[in-house]
């Protein structure tokens, strides 16, 4: 089951953690690669039975947080028929960014499993676990 994730990062931190998770889904098996919001790879797309996406938590730190560039996301090729699972990143608190991540995940006819915050000073663990999370509930599924 190849994977892509697709993520919007602003100061890196979500790509960075964007390009972990591809590459422990690698290592895992499950070949995957990562890619911008602004430059999809349309096939790996296509191709993908797991779409990971991830963004952001943009807001005023401790209330209206929302995934960053939730208009953009939405606009994200129809995923019908496709696992998804959601992640972002954050500094403090992500409130309800993941919920609305995978709101917005479901509109695009994903079929949202989880959702993960990593925060911004644990990239690498994060991405691991999140990894593992994900790699957990499809062994449950299949
Ligand atoms: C304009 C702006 C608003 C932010 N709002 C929040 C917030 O409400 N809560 C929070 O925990 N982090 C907030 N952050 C921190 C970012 O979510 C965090 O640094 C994130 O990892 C940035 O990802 P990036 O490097 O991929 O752009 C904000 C950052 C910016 C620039």
């Known amino acids: 089951m190849?994977?892509?994730v697709i993520y919007?990062?602003?100061?890196?931190?979500?790509?960075r953690a964007a390009e972990l998770i591809?590459?422990?889904?690698?290592?895992q098996g499950v070949p995957a690669i990562a890619c911008p919001t602004t430059a999809i790879d349309y096939q790996a797309l296509a191709d993908a039975d797991l779409v990971v996406v991830g963004s952001w938590?943009?807001?005023l730190f401790f209330v209206g947080q929302r995934p960053a560039k939730a208009g953009r996301l939405a606009q994200l090729p129809?995923?019908?028929?496709k696992t998804c699972a959601v992640f972002c990143t954050y500094a403090i608190d992500t409130g309800k960014t993941l919920d609305k991540l995978s709101d917005i995940m479901r509109d695009r006819g994903g079929d949202v499993i989880g959702g993960m915050a990593i925060k911004r000073n644990r990239l690498e663990a994060g991405s691991r676990e999140f990894v593992d999370r994900v790699l957990g509930v499809l062994s449950t599924r299949s």
């Open 2 to 4: 190849p994977a892509v």
């Open 8 to 15: 919007e990062s602003l100061t890196g931190n979500t790509a």
């Open 22 to 27: 591809a590459a422990g889904l690698t290592e």
């Open 57 to 59: 938590t943009d807001g």
């Open 78 to 81: 129809f995923i019908t028929g």
